[in-house]
């Protein structure tokens, strides 16, 4: 009981707008729902207390079920449509078709975010907190196509997050472009970014020599407001791009976050080329769910 203690004075004394506790002291189950407007030191504390909590939960021999572990409750109200304006990129190409027509890709300072959408949208839903297979310490799987992800999740009685929530579990309520520092300045040193891609006509069976991803929690300060690591940067994540196409770009098979190579690597922004029959050899994912396991 002492990590719950601790961590319930230290919630009490964090001066953070981290509102929203459930914490149920019959099951050992604590979970922070994500009420923040950017992240902060106090945030990363309360998420290693988080950690000594989820320890406790791992060793009673009480309810809580193997999925549920490494699983982060995410509960607020998500702005759809969000201004994010770069004020310096650090792209040499600027120009609005750069990049195949997306324009400059790294963005190296943004203004403050603006909600423009008249209503915010309730969410709650849970997410995993490492990228599969969701261990810390280990390598996240890639080369791998959007059907075998969804079929992964759904093997553990999960699924794949829609775009939205994986933009909200790694924005919070803040709405920044970056999920770590103050959300607003990129550091290639905070999440595992802007390292070399390799070509895109190597062989498939030198991929593996090229792959740049280290394993779940390595990168300490690759942490959203939501206590979610690895969001932008390692590896690029499949969602569920709702309403997207079958046929054709957008796909509803979506890629979120970037991997280790020199791209946006922010919340928001979606590739939405590649069909879900695509692999690879950045490609990865994490799972959603929509109820606490
Ligand atoms: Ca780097
Ligand atoms: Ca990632």
């Not at 979610?228 to 054709?248: A, I, K, L, P, Q």
């Not at 098979?253 to 690597?265: A, E, F, Q």
Request: hydrophobic share 30%; aromatic share 10%; proline share 6%.
């Amino acid at each position: 009981m002492s990590g719950l203690w601790l961590y319930s004075v230290i919630v009490n004394n964090i001066k953070t707008t981290v509102s929203a506790l459930s914490c149920s002291l019959f099951i050992f189950a604590c979970s922070l729902s994500c009420k923040v407007s950017s992240k902060s030191n106090s945030q990363e504390l309360i998420e290693r207390v988080a950690d000594d909590v989820s320890t406790i939960t791992t060793t009673s021999a009480q309810v809580t079920p193997p999925a549920r572990l490494n699983m982060r409750e995410i509960d607020g109200e998500y702005c759809p449509e969000v201004e994010q304006k770069c004020l310096r990129w650090l792209d040499k190409d600027q120009s609005p078709s750069a990049n195949f027509g997306i324009g400059p890709l790294r963005c190296a300072e943004f203004a403050p975010s603006k909600c423009l959408s008249n209503k915010r949208r309730s969410m709650k839903f849970y997410i995993d907190k490492y990228e599969w297979p969701n261990k810390e310490n280990e390598f996240p799987l890639v080369t791998i196509d959007w059907y075998s992800a969804k079929a992964k999740c759904e093997s553990v009685n999960k699924r794949l997050c829609t775009a939205d929530e994986w933009t909200f579990a790694c924005e919070g309520e803040g709405m920044n472009p970056y999920p770590y520092g103050d959300g607003l300045h990129r550091d290639d040193t905070a999440c595992n970014i802007d390292e070399p891609s390799m070509d895109p006509s190597t062989p498939r069976s030198e991929w593996f020599k090229h792959n740049r991803s280290v394993p779940s929690g390595v990168m300490t300060r690759c942490i959203s407001p939501c206590g979610v690591n690895d969001m932008t940067g390692n590896v690029d994540e499949w969602v569920h791009n709702v309403g997207g196409r079958s046929d054709g770009d957008p796909y509803f098979s979506g890629l979120k976050g970037g991997y280790w190579g020199p791209v946006r690597t922010r919340c928001r922004p979606m590739t939405t080329v590649h069909g879900p029959g695509h692999s690879f050899y950045q490609q990865g994912f994490r799972c959603c769910s929509s109820a606490s396991l």
